[in-house]
């Protein structure tokens, strides 16, 4: 047994570096259907932030940066790698407390076509006048919502966003409500805030949440779509490794999980 896990943890270093560069893909177990119930891997709901603080310039930058993002080769490999259990998607703009507006409805990403017909919707989509505040907790609670609807093995909410909620439920509340168990939230923060706010630090203190739970940066509208190919990426392989030393014997073992 020794051996064995001197072999595995020899892996480590390599096997995060193939993972890295998009050339280490690891098969789902084959009863995680079975375990669950379901046959999609992933549901993924994605928040755009069209508060007062986004232009119309910026706003087009986001709908079609979003729409690039999930056309990167990269991230088409990502979401057609395992076509039996695919992911789902959902997408949503959101402002004010009252402001959510579903762009796309969940739709499940079977293949190229499916994946270049969201991206065509986005791209078309027009902005509509809406509460120009900042509702990320009532956003955070519409992705939820969406999220209820799905049983994949992981569901995951995206939010992007430019600024701190400033009205609504406050998303350090609203994380711990009972609906959010078994969901992780991510964050693209666009920016880095302003001299009362490190955006980052509130999104890493006040809003993600769950396993493998993570912060993007964009800085500014024009990195938006590069920010949201590696979060996608990083969402979509959505695999954890992690290193425990077992019985305290300094041996140390690699356990993969989806």
Request: glycine share 10%.
């Given at each position: ?129 809406a509460d120009p505040s900042t509702g990320l907790g009532a ?120």
């Open positions: 047994m020794k051996h064995a896990r001197g072999v595995v943890t020899r892996c480590v270093a390599v096997c995060g570096f193939l993972f890295a560069a998009g050339l280490f893909w690891i098969t789902p177990p084959a009863d995680a259907s079975a375990q669950t119930g379901a046959d999609c891997r992933q549901a993924l709901a994605l928040g755009l932030d069209v508060s007062g603080s986004v232009d119309a310039g910026e706003y087009r930058l986001q709908m079609n940066g979003l729409a690039a993002a999930l056309e990167h080769e990269d991230v088409l490999r990502a979401i057609l790698s395992f076509p039996k259990t695919p992911v789902q998607v959902s997408i949503f703009e959101w402002s004010g407390p009252r402001h959510q507006r579903l762009l796309q409805d969940w739709v499940s990403l079977t293949d190229r076509a499916a994946v270049l017909g969201v991206a065509n919707r986005l791209r078309a989509t027009l902005r509509i006048q956003a955070m609670i519409f992705g939820q919502r969406l999220l209820s609807q799905q049983n994949c093995w992981v569901r995951t909410l995206d939010i992007s966003g430019d600024g701190p909620a400033n009205t609504g439920p406050r998303p350090q509340d609203v994380r711990h409500l009972a609906g959010f168990d078994g969901i992780t939230i991510n964050g693209l923060v666009i920016g880095a805030g302003d001299a009362k706010s490190d955006l980052v630090a509130y999104y890493k203190e006040l809003v993600i949440h769950g396993r493998g739970r993570f912060v993007e940066q964009a800085f500014g509208f024009q990195d938006y779509e590069e920010a949201m190919v590696r979060k996608l990426l990083r969402e979509l392989q959505g695999m954890i490794v992690s290193q425990v030393e077992p019985d305290g014997s300094g041996d140390t073992t690699t356990v993969i999980r989806q």
